[in-house]
């Protein structure tokens, strides 16, 4: 079970990536029915931590809480320094004794110094792909995705994918739910398709306006409906065509497409939660028939429904060794 959190502080480090970690893992959401989480700010040396803003973190506790923590977190920070020793002790430890390891954008270069990546897939901010597999050829560096997890290391891309990773291991370890209130929480798709090179421009779509936010989550309460052009632009009082476009341009994304993409996540959830037959989830996520739902559980996530309850239905893929990645259908 994942409870407690280590988040290493280290110098030069970027306060984006920094705050992914600590506004996924540090907040109490339990208001909302969501995890509370044991979270530490960890330093080599406790004190002001600089960051690559000109800012200090002041950080209080040093390494000693990362030694037993179930996951241990590195944010971005400055690429062509040599890790401090200590930091790369805590790193590989969490390995041996099998916790969970999270590093975020080029944070995959500490985790790459400990020796940790060697052997295994890792990715990080597409702008240091190369320079990446360039120092650490044993390691085998995927540039177009969002993260990547090999055994218990998850390697997040650049910046906002530090928020997929996190999620991610969220939802293998608490399900669902516990994803999907952190991300309503941080007002972000608890789970977005693609790989990064997609994300270059858009790289969070998301409805900028308060008209769209709220045709989206009619959407969502209504997902077993059928929700056609017509039928969504009269609830934003304009014509569909006038739809269409400003939804792709607010959301990065057809309607179709994105309605889709949230059946499926709903559809992810019902399997997990519930013992619904796969008839019932298709027609409750409005998908309307099982093999309709089998063919998007292939597209997008390349299983089929039944391997996917059976793998995450009862926690059976928490904490497992399997390689995941998420990528482009």
Not at 116 to 134: F, N, Q
């Given at each position: 079970?994942?409870?407690?959190?280590?988040?290493?502080?280290?110098?030069?480090?970027?306060?984006?990536?920094?705050?992914?970690?600590?506004?996924?893992?540090?907040?109490?959401?339990?208001?909302?029915?969501?995890?509370?989480?044991?979270?530490?700010?960890?330093?080599?040396?406790?004190?002001?931590?600089?960051?690559?803003?000109?800012?200090?973190?002041?950080?209080?506790?040093?390494?000693?809480?990362?030694?037993?923590?179930?996951?241990?977190a590195v944010p971005a920070s400055l690429i062509g320094t040599e890790p401090d020793e200590r930091v790369l002790d805590v790193i590989r430890h969490a390995v041996d004794r099998g916790a969970w390891?999270?590093?975020?954008?080029?944070?995959?270069?500490?985790?790459?110094?400990?020796?940790?990546?060697?052997?295994?897939?890792?990715?990080?901010?597409?702008?240091?792909?190369?320079?990446?597999?360039?120092?650490?050829?044993?390691?085998?560096?995927?540039?177009?995705?969002?993260?990547?997890?090999?055994?218990?290391?998850?390697?997040?891309?650049?910046t906002a994918a530090g928020i997929d990773a996190a999620l991610h291991i969220v939802r293998t370890e608490l399900g669902a739910t516990a994803a999907n209130i952190v991300a309503r929480r941080m007002?972000?798709?608890?789970?977005?398709?693609?790989?990064?090179?997609?994300?270059?421009?858009?790289?969070?779509?998301?409805?900028?306006?308060?008209?769209?936010?709220?045709?989206?989550?009619?959407?969502?309460?209504?997902?077993?409906?059928?929700?056609?052009?017509?039928?969504?632009?009269?609830?934003?009082?304009?014509?569909?065509?006038?739809?269409?476009?400003?939804?792709?341009?607010?959301?990065?994304?057809?309607?179709?497409?994105?309605?889709?993409?949230?059946?499926?996540?709903?559809?992810?959830?019902?399997?997990?939660?519930?013992?619904?037959?796969?008839?019932?989830?298709?027609?409750?996520?409005?998908?309307?028939?099982?093999?309709?739902?089998?063919?998007?559980?292939?597209?997008?996530?390349?299983?089929?429904?039944?391997?996917?309850?059976?793998?995450?239905?009862?926690?059976?893929?928490?904490?497992?060794?399997?390689?995941?990645?998420?990528?482009?259908?």
């Open positions: 079970m994942l409870n407690s959190i280590a988040c290493i502080a280290l110098p030069q480090m970027a306060p984006f990536e920094f705050g992914v970690v600590c506004e996924v893992f540090g907040i109490d959401r339990s208001a909302q029915g969501g995890p509370t989480f044991d979270f530490h700010v960890v330093a080599a040396d406790p004190g002001p931590i600089s960051t690559k803003l000109g800012f200090d973190v002041v950080v209080h506790e040093n390494l000693d809480f990362a030694y037993e923590a179930d996951l241990v390891v999270l590093s975020v954008c080029s944070g995959a270069f500490t985790l790459a110094h400990a020796g940790v990546l060697d052997g295994r897939k890792a990715t990080t901010h597409w702008m240091y792909t190369d320079l990446m597999a360039e120092m650490f050829p044993e390691t085998e560096v995927d540039p177009d995705v969002l993260f990547v997890q090999d055994g218990k290391i998850v390697t997040g891309a650049g007002v972000v798709p608890p789970q977005r398709d693609g790989g990064q090179s997609q994300f270059i421009q858009t790289p969070v779509p998301e409805c900028r306006t308060d008209s769209f936010a709220t045709v989206t989550a009619w959407m969502l309460e209504h997902l077993d409906e059928d929700l056609t052009v017509d039928l969504l632009a009269r609830k934003a009082l304009m014509s569909p065509r006038t739809f269409a476009r400003r939804f792709r341009a607010e959301t990065g994304t057809t309607p179709n497409a994105w309605l889709n993409r949230q059946r499926l996540l709903r559809a992810q959830q019902l399997l997990e939660e519930t013992s619904l037959s796969l008839e019932e989830i298709a027609r409750e996520t409005g998908f309307g028939a099982a093999a309709v739902m089998r063919h998007h559980f292939v597209k997008v996530l390349q299983t089929t429904p039944t391997a996917y309850r059976r793998l995450f239905g009862v926690r059976a893929g928490a904490g497992s060794n399997e390689l995941a990645v998420a990528r482009s259908a």
